[in-house]
């Protein structure tokens, strides 16, 4: 702690300008322009005090603009919802390339169709969901290239759009493969 409040008000103004002083010099580095006595008086010089002011003013850190804050804010937010949405989309993708590379298949007629059901559904209306998650990704991840660009943001591996729609091409293969394997046990 700089200066203790509670002796400040106990102490005479001398005082007090006597340690805000010392304080400047010693923590600050602010070269002691001025004595107490010369400022603890009805008209002090106006000239010496503006020096001084603008000397702490000069050691002084610079503090945060407000906006500063908010920006960084706004962009560890979106930062955070891309870097969710992509998780998910990736989890998803991958537990339907999994699911869609099974070779295996039931023996009865009417549990394949139940499955060739369950795959057009999913192409129908699972995948242009995701499909739009995925492209919303993109948009999101084109928000913050910015920011990466210029290291404020270090996108992990996977993460990239790029890697997304690698993952997706996989899933796509998968999704192909099983449909022609649908196909010929349908057929039996």
């Known amino acids: 702690?700089?200066?203790d409040m509670n002796r400040v008000y106990r102490q005479t103004n001398l005082e007090n300008l006597d340690q805000a002083?010392?304080?400047a010099e010693r923590d600050l580095g602010v070269t002691r322009l001025l004595d107490?006595?010369?400022v603890d008086v009805p008209q002090p010089d106006e000239k010496s005090i503006i020096t001084y002011v603008s000397s702490l003013y000069d050691a002084m850190p610079r503090v945060p603009?407000?906006?500063?804050?908010?920006r960084a804010n706004e962009l560890e937010l979106r930062w955070?919802?891309?870097?969710?949405r992509v998780t998910v989309l990736l989890q998803w993708i991958r537990h339907y390339t999994v699911i869609f590379e099974e070779k295996r298949f039931p023996g009865s007629y009417e549990e394949?169709?139940?499955?060739?059901?369950?795959f057009l559904k999913f192409k129908e209306t699972d995948l242009p969901n995701?499909?739009?998650?995925k492209n919303q990704?993109?948009?999101q991840y084109q928000s913050l290239e910015g920011a990466v660009k210029s290291g404020q943001l270090k996108v992990p591996p996977g993460y990239h759009p790029l890697d997304v729609e690698k993952e997706w091409g996989k899933l796509h293969v998968s999704i192909l493969e099983r449909e022609k394997l649908l196909r010929i046990e349908l057929e039996r």
């Open 137 to 139: 990704s993109k948009f």
């Open 21 to 23: 002083f010392t304080v």
């Open 36 to 38: 107490p006595e010369d």
């Open 1 to 3: 702690m700089l200066i």
């Open 65 to 70: 603009d407000v906006q500063d804050g908010v």
């Open 130 to 133: 995701k499909e739009a998650d």
């Open 80 to 84: 955070q919802e891309y870097y969710e």
């Open 112 to 118: 394949i169709e139940i499955l060739w059901r369950q």
